[in-house]
């Protein structure tokens, strides 16, 4: 069985700091893992996912994620936060079928 | 391309009558997912489909919940009779294949029963 935990259920930044999201994971086999975000009054969309190449993974809208097998974690960032990155951010694990199992979300505000 | 289309957005119901959140996916992806979501319990997964069966329905919280999708191009969810502790967001997604993980949500049905 596959599960995620966020560390953190809200995030402030001012706009133009880092932006640090995190996550952590648990899998009994590689798993597959994603980040996922959620405007306002929006289904999720995915920003970004690690399938077991690349261990620093980039996505869209300059957000990255990074792969810690030893940590077992899977934080995402942003070097500089957006007025418009304000959402809810959901972490999600697989074990390569079609299962994801999301975390609790994160909601992050930006302060100008 | 369109992406997955939901409809009602929004649905307002008294406790007892018939609810039908209806979704269409993305063209060509032969995977489609009704997923809830509540602020107690997050997102959770009621049914998959895979080109058009249903292949794991563990999720479906009763009886009183069904779904069905007749054809790849529309899914219905059902919530017949429906009670209070129903009401959330109602997604449905798509993925082209049935492993990626890379879905495709709508923007949901809000589901409020009083």
């Known amino acids: 069985a596959q599960s995620v935990t966020q560390l953190g259920s809200h995030v402030s930044v001012s706009e133009g700091a880092l932006v640090l999201l995190r996550c952590n994971y648990s899998?009994?086999?590689?798993?597959?893992l994603f980040w996922y975000v959620q405007y306002p009054n929006q289904g999720l969309q995915l920003l970004l996912k690690?399938?077991?190449?690349?261990?620093l993974v980039k996505g869209i809208n300059g957000f990255e994620a990074e792969f810690k097998k030893s940590e077992t974690s899977f934080h995402l960032t942003k070097p500089s936060a957006h007025m418009s990155d304000a959402a809810e951010y959901f972490c999600?694990?697989?074990?390569?079928?079609?299962?994801?199992?999301f975390g609790a979300g994160t909601t992050v505000t930006v302060r100008a | 391309d369109a992406g997955v289309i939901q409809s009602p957005r929004h649905e307002v119901t008294e406790m007892g009558q018939e609810v039908t959140l209806r979704c269409k996916p993305i063209?060509?992806?032969?995977?489609l997912f009704w997923y809830r979501q509540t602020m107690m319990r997050g997102l959770e997964l009621l049914i998959y489909?895979?080109?058009?069966?249903?292949?794991?329905d563990s999720g479906m919280p009763e009886d009183r919940f069904s779904a069905k999708m007749p054809n790849a191009s529309f899914s219905t969810l059902k919530i017949q009779p429906s009670e209070p502790r129903d009401s959330a967001v109602y997604f449905c997604?798509?993925?082209?294949?049935?492993?990626?993980?890379?879905?495709?949500f709508g923007e949901g049905s809000r589901l409020t029963v009083l």
């Open positions: 999600a694990v697989s074990g390569g079928d079609y299962k994801l199992s």
């Open positions: 899998s009994s086999v590689p798993p597959y």
């Open positions: 690690y399938t077991s190449a690349a261990t």
């Open positions: 063209s060509g992806h032969n995977s």
């Open positions: 489909f895979n080109n058009n069966v249903p292949i794991d």
């Open positions: 997604a798509s993925q082209r294949g049935e492993d990626t993980g890379e879905l495709f």
